[in-house]
């Protein structure tokens, strides 16, 4: 399985960022995918997670901020950002694999910056 996350850049306080996650390869076997982010110095933390079944999980920092959506003829997954704030600062990843988070998953793209900032 390949994941190509794309769509970080640069945004003030209270702007909006939408990232994507096309995945490719054996995504049969994909249960669940996952968008995960770590700030400089700090551990990497789940930010929001989708099962095959349509159930959605958002950690607490971005409920009501946050929402996922997904292209399924384009096996791909969307992370619409609104009200972004500094801290929301991180590299962002992508992850997919044959479990649910928060048990870890396999698969892993490359991370893409998001930076909040006046």
């Known amino acids: 399985v390949q994941l190509q996350a794309s769509g970080g850049g640069l945004v003030q306080p209270g702007g909006s960022l939408k990232l994507s996650c096309a995945a490719s390869g054996n995504i049969f076997r994909i249960v669940a995918m996952g968008w995960y982010r770590q700030a400089p110095g700090k551990q990497r933390e789940l930010v929001a997670s989708l099962t095959n079944s349509g159930v959605e999980e958002y950690a607490d920092f971005v409920k009501g901020r946050f929402i996922l959506s997904r292209d399924i003829t384009k096996d791909t997954v969307f992370l619409q950002m609104n009200s972004l704030k500094p801290e929301d600062t991180a590299v962002y990843y992508c992850?997919?694999?044959?479990?649910?988070?928060?048990?870890?998953?396999?698969?892993w793209g490359q991370g893409t910056q998001v930076t909040v900032s006046s």
């Open positions: 992850a997919a694999g044959t479990k649910i988070p928060p048990d870890e998953l396999e698969y």
